[in-house]
């Protein structure tokens, strides 16, 4: 398995920018398929961002297409995420996930890892 610690959340105004960064420790890291997830107040679970391992596959959810940008650096074992224009209904806790399926999939069962969160507010 892979063990992540998320970091990087806080309060930030509407249209303002955060990045999120996840440490991931265990030797399979490099070939993990990573994603970001959130929760928002009273909702459930989605699907924010993934990357396949070699970094040059990713994927978006459809609210944040163009605002988001997910990347990784395999040397340093992190994640991270790019959160640019941000509004109100970004505010969730985001959670850092690892799995091992060919593909960058958005269902939460295809990810076997997960970090306890960081929290995001965005004030409007």
């Known amino acids: 398995q892979v063990q992540l610690v998320e970091s990087g959340g806080g309060l930030v105004q509407a249209g303002g920018s955060l990045r999120l960064s996840c440490a991931a420790s265990g030797r399979t890291f490099s070939r993990s398929v990573m994603a970001w997830f959130r929760q928002g107040p009273g909702k459930e679970r989605e699907f924010v961002a993934g990357?396949?391992?070699?970094?040059?596959?990713?994927r978006y959810g459809d609210s944040v297409k163009g605002r988001f940008t997910i990347s990784r650096d395999n040397a340093k074992n992190t994640l991270y995420l790019q959160m640019n224009s941000l509004k109100s209904q970004d505010t969730a806790v985001y959670y850092c996930?690892?799995?091992?399926?060919?593909?960058?999939?958005?269902?939460?069962?295809?990810?076997?890892?997960w970090g306890q969160g960081t929290q995001v507010t965005v004030s409007s």
């Open positions: 990357i396949y391992w070699i970094g040059t596959v990713t």
């Open positions: 996930a690892a799995g091992f399926r060919q593909g960058v999939y958005i269902t939460m069962d295809a990810y076997e890892s």
